[in-house]
């Protein structure tokens, strides 16, 4: 069974994996364009291409679609982080937290609805083939399977609402208290109480799980009835009936056991992939879910279609799958011992030679999952681009190579002297390759590299002299369209830095910072504050160059 569970996950982060891949690949491949998300678009707006190109660069597109992958996958596995979502100013992963809990359950519930439904419904239909009966529910799953999802919905709704007045719309949380609803009585704009408990949870979500359920019901009901009749033709029903077992016994114990097994792997695939279903009945009974988010994510109606949001449900979706696939699998095997015994024979048949030697299928299985490791290695590493101190820059990364120079004096004579080398500038941070040195004789205390919050500190920002951190300084605009100097100031070093320069030593190394420099912008390089004659100092480069 440890073989089979090990299999099982293996196989399910490959489907994940290829559904997150082709979800880029498809995206790159519509004929949209998302950069209309970030400026206005259309034939009445004057968005110049350099804006266009602007937008699609800080939204990461203008890169190949295997660095955004790599770049996807880097911050999930390393992160937790799903990203940004284009399309509303929130994290994915606290959207999708959010949308979650309504869809479970609505999902989860209409399920086992349905299952309780289903069962007896197949048992009476197989137990009395082409009687009235069987032929009415067969009628009844027909037009089921004919009416549309929004039809039935509605129908269900206005039925339960309007006419009984016994349904109100909206999601109650299991645990805790929902928000109250702002409505105008009299002119006057009130709130509702909110709702929350198990109470209020199952009573507005009692009817979307008989829509939900009412979806399904049809298809696993007659799968139900065929998978008895084939059963109750079995030898062994014939003998359990001779040897005198009840009829009672011999369906409940003997026929649906092996009848309900090939169809939970089904319903495990089908509650994982509902949220096409549950996408009618979130919109109908104003339940914010995922279905919710999907159609937002999807309809591509404010330009372009949200990337981030989708793959992070289909990420999310496709983990559902996964899991519940184990479980009916799981449940399947020890329900039927004939699936425990394929699954013991593994998921792909051998060839007879290579069936025949154990040894050669341990080092085929060793090597597949070498290849599936590498593989994600690869991915991984095309978006890794992190700084050797820990910062991640982010792909693709911009290099400035350059040679600058500066000595600050004290008293006529050199103390200070610092050199740039090398800059480095991604989507998410930057990285300069630096010197500084002690050319006095005196020791030299380092006071402050970063700023101090009661400053501003965290930048990027314009921040109050003498308290210029170790940063990237780079020329902007703020929103009065003045000029400004933005200071993104150090987060690490490598190797730290000394507290006190000792005469004629020298530091080497890197400092980072997180922080965004857009193409154009001009650029220097700060140091931080250091005691000079008993007075702070600190100064920048006195060349600058322009952003690539």
Known sequence: MAAFLVRRLLSGLLLIVLLTFLT?????????????????????????????????????????????YGDFVWKLVRHADLGKAWTREAQVGTLIGDALPA?????????????????????????????????????????????????????????????LGVFETGYCPLTGTSAGTPVFQNGVLTTTPGCGGPV?????????????????????MRMLRVRLLEVFSEPWISTARAKGASERRVVLGHAMRNAIGPVLPMLAVDAGTAITAAIYVETVFGLSGLGT???????????????????GIVVTVGAFVVLLNILADVAGAWVDPRTRERAARGLIPLPAPVAAR??????????????????????????????????????????????WSDVY?????????????????????WRARATIANRGSARVPVEDVQ????????GPGPQPYPHQPT????????????????????????????????????????????GKVKSGALLFVGFGQFTLDNRPISFSTDKSTDAP
């Open 24 to 68: 880029f690949f498809v995206f790159n491949e519509i004929p949209t364009n998302p950069a209309c998300l970030v400026v206005a678009c259309g034939p009445h707006t004057t968005t110049t291409d350099e804006q266009i190109r602007e937008a699609d660069h800080s939204l990461g597109i203008d890169r190949s679609v295997f660095v955004q």
């Open 103 to 163: 869809t479970a359950s609505l999902v989860l519930g209409g399920m086992v609805l349905m299952m309780l439904l289903a069962l007896p419904l197949g048992c009476i239909s197989a137990l009395r083939p082409r009687s009235p009966v069987d032929r009415s529910l067969l009628a009844a799953s027909v037009i089921g399977l004919a009416v549309h999802p929004f039809v039935l919905g509605i129908a269900i709704r206005d039925f339960f609402g309007n006419q």
């Open 200 to 220: 209020d949870w199952a009573t507005h979500l009692l009817i979307p799980w008989i829509v939900f359920a009412l979806f399904f019901l049809p298809l696993y």
């Open 293 to 311: 988010l999907a159609v937002t994510a999807f309809s591509g109606q404010t330009g372009g279609y949200d990337l981030p949001l989708t793959a």
């Open 358 to 403: 154990p040894r050669l299928q341990r080092g085929l299985s060793v090597a597949f999952v070498a290849a599936a490791l590498v593989l994600v290695a690869l991915i991984v590493g095309l978006g890794r681009g992190k700084a050797r101190s820990g910062i991640e820059l982010g792909t693709p990364v911009r290099t400035l190579h350059v040679s």
């Open 409 to 429: 004096p004290t008293s006529g004579a050199p103390a200070i002297a610092t050199h740039v080398s090398r800059i480095d500038l991604g989507v998410y941070g």
């Open 451 to 458: 700023v101090p919050p009661a400053f501003g500190g965290g």
């Open 471 to 514: 940063s990237l300084l780079v020329r902007g605009q703020d929103r009065y369209g003045s000029t400004i100097l933005q200071v993104f100031d150090a987060k690490e070093f490598d190797p730290p830095l000394p507290a006190v320069l000792k005469p004629h030593e020298t530091w080497r190394g890197t400092f980072a910072g997180t």
